[in-house]
Structures are given as C-alpha cells and as structure tokens.
C-alpha cells in the first residue's frame, strides 16, 4: 500500500477523501463550488474535524491577509509621487 | 465631484494635469498597497509607485477602454513589480509541493489540529504576527503572490486578475489555491501553538 493510499483510507467518508476535499477548498471558501459537491463536501466536514479545523484555518488566513493589508498611504510617499509626476509628466 | 474614471481620462487627454491628479488620488493608496506586498520593501515600493503612474500617464492616449481603467493599472503596476523582482534575482523561483503545507498523518491516525484565535484583529496588534505573515507572503513566487494579492486583499474577480495578469481563469484559480494552502500552512504552526503572543494596544 502506498503512502498516499494508507492517507486516504483514515478519513475517507461520504465518498470523499480528505485528499479530494483539499482540492475543492478555495472554491468552496470562494462559492464557486458545484452544489453536489459541496453537499459532499459539508457533510465530510460534519464527520472529519482535520478538515473542519483545516477549512476554518484556511477561510482565516485570508482575513488576516485583508485586515493586515489595510494601512493608509503615508503622507510623505503622497507628496513625493505628486511632486515627481508634476516634474516627469511635463516632458511628456 | 466624482467623476467616472473615464470621464477624467478625456479630461487629461485634453491636457488638464489637474484630472490626472485626481486620479492619481483615486487610485494611489491601492497601488501603493499592491507594491508593498509585492516587494516588501518601502522605497522599492514608492519607485514602483512612481512609475507605474508615469506608465499611465505617457500610456493614456493608446488606453482604448477595452478593460476597466483600474484593471489596467493593476496590470500595469503589477509588471512594474514583477520586472523589479526579476531584477533583483532573490526571490524563490518555483512553489514547492503543495503536501508539504498540509498536516501530516501519521502511524495511520488523524492529523492534529487546533483552532486558530477567534479574532484576527487580535492576532494583528502584535507587531511580530504581522512580520510573520508578511514573511510568508514573501516566501511565495511572485507569480503567485500576485494572484493573491490581486484576489484576496484587492477583491478582484477571477476574471479580472487572470486580465491583469494575463493568464486565464483556470491558471488565477489555481495559483490562489496553492498560495493559500501555502500560506495558512507557513502561519499554521505560529497560530495554533497561541506564539503570537499578547495583543500590544499601548501604541495608540
């Protein structure tokens, strides 16, 4: 039995693999995921806390990414990309 | 007033400098932002910024209208970013297997995870948890960190990064879910051991 074989029979239930929800999970976070499918996909979750734990981890680092990336332009970068354009853009 | 992009565009091409300003304005904090989490560092980031709206400026008259004007800024910017990394010649070239993101089984049983914090916003006051996360974004490819940057803190549609980017659908969707498995799995270990630490809120 390979590596990957051994893997799949521990969590395989409702006819998909831990491994067969791994490759859906951006699409079901982004609702672009067939509804079977995803019927499929929720109801593994109901019996497989990894994928549980491991789908609500994935949806949280994309908050974070977002949160993260909300600081303002700095003032300074402002006057300066203002001040260069004013000087380049009258050659042009 | 709130002029339509295109509508300021006619403007500049009509020789008012004061339209390019305002959308400069409209769009600089974006941009700025695209560049950050590009390249990481604060002076690359404004050069980028610079010139991408040089770029758009010289660029104006040959812009047909074809695509959104902000998809083609991003486009735009996003290749000013790309060309300076290629420069640099530093950064990680390939992605690496997507199983070494992903718990590991092990002796037949299931992986063991935990819960991340509830609140984001917690994780985010501490200065080292955002170090963390911005030093993984920089361990992705850039091809990839554009696509995630563009899709998840941008919002752009599928179709409008596979535009900005010029790839297709099919390839946008599937560097977003290779950079998202990658990152959530390089932040996993920080999160889930609670190393971030507690929240600092004496700053401001």
Redesign the interface.
Known sequence: MTEDR??DS??ECHGMGCKDI??K???YIDG?LDPKICQDLEHHMKD???CL??I???K??????????A???PKE??L???E???K??KG? | MDLKDQALIDKINAGDFQAFEALVNRYESKVYRLAMRMLRHQQDAEDALQESFLQVYRGLKSFEGRSNFSTWLFRLATNVCLMKIRHRGTEPTGMVPLEDFLPQHEEGNQPSLQEWPEKPEEILLTKESREKMMEALDQLPADYRAVFVLRDIEGFSNAEAGEALGISVAAVKSRLHRARIALRGMLAEYFEKGKFGTPVLSEN
């Open positions: 051994k893997n521990v969590v791994l490759d999970l951006s699409e672009e497989c806390n990894p734990l491991f609500n981890s994935l949280k680092t994309i908050t974070l990414y977002k949160y993260a990336s600081e303002p332009l970068v402002h300066r990309l203002h260069y354009l004013k380049e853009c042009c």
